[in-house]
């Protein structure tokens, strides 16, 4: 009888076990990412795919295309079943009230000579036109595009590529000036000779609610590879991903979750796209399929800017249209030093005196969540029992070379004492019922007041001489929420973090003429409201191997600057810091566009012993001697919509070799570091563009290629681009003690002749720099700044 009760125990235990997992596998938790994929392959619902063209004038670029009705059915043959598209009679009545199969519009525009715009709608569009974020200005008209007839359709080239338009199967065709095939959307005709089942350029119209979302497919070509979409920490090459773009708390960056994602793409072939849009997307970059890549845009128009070039025109085309990042003030590119988190004003005081006693340069000290009278409780007052005097703490600070930076977030807690007020002023995001959608109350900032009592809260912080704002989190806004400019999440979402980040950037510039945040959350756009940090690293070697794809990324989504917490952010006590990891990836840190020490742990130097700050210190001085590189490529990279940490194939697009490596980077245009990613690693392979190599650190030289490569005093491979000249500083303790009337020029160079440039803070432009081998020694061929600087010119190897 007991083994009876047992055998029935365990099989409802093992049924209750398998219910629980699978109602875990799809339950629905706040916030949770929106995929609208699923949308796309639902039998209840119908779907229009697109057959030909209806009508087209060519003079004005605008027509309409005829939508086949269809939808799924089941396929089985041999215990396997497909789902499949076929078309459908209409399910309306009266049936002569509605199209069977619609004619909508669809434009095309031309922007640039480099840059096409399409739209397409799946109905009419009666909304208000909404206030433009994402792009910089108005979009321009180019007419340098030459328009044909062809066999078939219609044909528009300009000196950089061709679009054609095919009438019947719909087509739209995108080649490049030799008139190589890039990419074309995909119609139900092309898929005939695959089983796979393949939903070709079409949109849905849900059952449930008669929303409507557009699915924009094109062709992927053989070894094709997809790059960019924001801050993804997945692989780097996008091909094979199904990625999800919508900002959601990472927590922790080993997943496919992003702070930061951006509808924007660039893909090896020579093409990049920009969907248009704040609503949830799911890119399916040949994942459901290897030969098409699927755009499902929860929005039911489809705006798309397609770019055509190399990387560096795409990005410079993408900037163009989105804006580009304004260059921040030197001082923010020298060493940050935080943790989670400075508490009281002795403390910070010591911190400043400990890192100028010990020559540890640095020039921002960041207050995190302890600043408040309880901590995490942002009400923008420093603590009167721990902070007695923080105006006169900021201003000594300020004496002796540092900037104060300050933590806060947009959501407020109901014991926040700001919290009646936000209630009542109604400043925040509700539901349809007019309740809160969760417990804490949610800034809305699309909601003008709501801007204004948040600036107005920032400008007494700013008044009082605090550098920058740390704007964390904003990727919480409600999904369900109801906004000021009514709408709701669906829509709102995504634009939250631009719209955050707009709101505490347009303040610090007006306030103190400065371009600066600190941010982790963002959408298209948002690189105009630099910087933005990679989020909760864990600290191991595989959070900074994997901190660095991130990195890598959203450079290559339009943003020039990006920083990380060095050494990861997790560990939580000095004796369980990796002290070998915290080194290898201060050297990462130093050489990316903004460097902060920050995480759960102390990050001070001297917590670690005296061997550990030497060899901090060392790594730290490599920056501050750099900083007439580092601020020169920074100048460059903001004129240009160029990242700082650059992925080796924008620089060097026709090389195949250089498009498959995600564990190196340029920084700036010459030089190139590869991290050590391994424990007690000295040295490691590193592959170089072609070309000779010098590097930074023994002089020794390298050809292009695999190389095996020791690190010097500096625990990473940083190697130069021969024919560079590397402007360099004397050694301070902060930017703002560094003479700029005394550089130096350091040439790494196989030949007698190297090059540089030079950006002096207050100048309008930068100065190329040129030294000759005259006589066995170099010498300034030109001097653009006489009278202004002294030049030192020395060997590599000194």
Request: glycine content about 8%; hydrophobic content about 35%.
């Amino acid at each position: 009888m007991f083994s009876k009760v047992f055998f029935i125990h365990s099989v409802l235990c093992l049924a209750l076990c398998s219910a629980f997992r699978a109602l875990a596998a799809d339950q629905a938790l706040l916030n949770e990412p929106i995929d609208v994929s699923g949308d796309f392959r639902n039998f209840a619902n119908t779907y229009f795919l697109a057959d030909k063209l209806a009508d087209f004038n060519p003079a004005t670029g605008e027509g309409t295309i005829e939508w086949q009705r269809a939808q799924y059915y089941t396929r089985q043959a041999f215990d396997n079943m497909l789902a499949v598209v076929k078309p459908v009679d209409p399910n309306e009545f009266p049936t002569t009230e509605y199209a069977a199969n619609p004619s909508l519009p669809f434009s095309i525009q031309f922007v640039s000579p480099r840059t096409i715009r399409l739209r397409i709608t799946s109905g009419p569009q009666f909304h208000k036109p909404q206030e433009e974020l994402m792009l910089a200005g108005p979009v321009p008209t180019d007419h340098s595009w030459k328009y044909e007839e062809v066999p078939g359709g219609y044909r528009y080239s300009s000196q950089y590529g061709s679009v054609t338009i095919l009438k019947d199967p719909w087509h739209i065709e995108i080649r490049d000036a030799s008139g190589k095939l890039l990419t074309k959307t995909d119609n139900a005709s092309d898929n005939n000779l695959t089983f796979t089942p393949i939903l070709p350029f079409s949109f849905v119209r849900r059952s449930a609610d008669y929303s409507r979302s557009m699915n924009a497919a094109f062709t992927l070509s053989p070894d094709e590879k997809i790059f960019g979409c924001g801050e993804s920490f997945t692989a780097l090459n996008k091909r094979g991903q199904k990625i999800v773009l919508w900002s959601t708390d990472a927590n922790g960056i080993q997943n496919q979750r992003m702070y930061k994602p951006i509808p924007f793409f660039m893909s090896s072939r020579g093409y990049g796209m920009f969907i248009h849009t704040s609503s949830p997307i799911t890119c399916d970059f040949g994942y459901s399929f290897s030969g098409v890549n699927s755009l499902m845009i929860g929005d039911d128009e489809a705006d798309i800017f397609i770019f055509l070039g190399p990387p560096k025109d795409i990005l410079g085309e993408y900037t163009a249209l989105t804006g580009r990042s304004p260059l921040p003030p030197l001082w923010s590119f020298g060493l940050w030093m935080s943790r989670c988190t400075y508490n009281n004003e002795a403390q910070v005081r010591e911190i400043a005196d400990k890192l100028r006693t010990n020559q540890i340069p640095c020039d921002v000290i960041h207050l995190d969540t302890g600043w408040f009278e309880t901590d995490w409780r942002c009400d923008y007052q420093f603590s009167t029992n721990r902070f007695p005097t923080p105006q006169s703490m900021i201003s000594d600070l300020k004496d002796e070379g540092f900037h104060i930076s300050c933590w806060q977030l947009p959501y407020f807690v109901p014991k926040n004492s700001l919290f009646p007020e936000l209630l009542d002023k109604n400043l925040v995001v509700r539901d349809d019922k007019g309740n809160l959608p969760s417990e804490d109350a949610v800034l809305d900032f699309s909601n003008p007041k709501t801007v204004t009592w948040y600036q107005d809260h920032l400008a007494n912080l700013l008044r009082m001489g605090v550098g920058a704002i740390k704007a964390d989190f904003g990727e919480a806004a409600p999904a369900d929420g109801i906004y000021a400019d009514g709408r709701t999440g669906f829509y709102e979402h995504n634009l939250y973090p631009l719209r955050y980040n707009k709101a505490a950037a347009d303040i610090t510039k007006s306030i103190s003429g400065d371009n600066i945040i600190w941010a982790r959350s963002a959408w298209a756009g948002s690189q105009r409201y630099p910087i933005h940090w990679g989020g909760d690293a864990e600290s191991t070697d595989q959070g900074m191997a994997t901190e660095l794809r991130g990195g890598l990324s959203i450079g290559l989504s339009g943003f020039s600057f990006w920083s990380h917490d060095v050494g990861g952010f997790t560990a939580n006590t000095v004796e369980s810091t990796d002290k070998n990891l915290y080194l290898r990836w201060l050297a990462f840190g130093m050489l990316t566009s903004h460097s902060r020490c920050h995480g759960e742990a102390p990050k001070e130097p001297w917590n670690y012993g005296e061997d550990f700050m030497n060899e901090f210190r060392n790594v730290d001085d490599m920056k501050y001697r750099l900083m007439p590189y580092v601020y020169a490529q920074a100048k460059d990279c903001s004129e240009h919509g160029l990242p700082m940490l650059r992925a080796l194939f924008i620089e060097f697009p026709n090389d195949p070799g250089s498009w498959l490596v995600d564990d190196e980077y340029l920084f700036g245009s010459d030089m190139l570091v590869a991290p050590l990613m391994h424990d007690d690693e000295t040295g490691r392979d590193v592959y170089l563009p072609p070309g000779i190599w010098i590097d930074f650190q023994s002089s020794t030289h390298y050809s292009g290629g695999w190389n095996h490569i020791e690190s010097g005093q500096i625990p990473a491979i940083i190697l130069v681009r021969d024919g560079t000249v590397i402007p360099e500083i004397q050694l301070a303790q902060s930017t703002m003690q560094m003479d700029w009337s005394k550089l130096q020029l350091v040439p790494f160079t196989d030949s007698d002749t190297a090059a540089g440039s030079v950006y002096l803070p207050g100048d309008s432009e930068p100065h190329e720099v040129t030294l000759t081998k005259q006589n066995g020694a170099f010498q300034l061929e030109n001097d653009p700044l006489a009278g202004k600087v002294t030049w030192d010119i020395r060997a590599s190897q000194d």
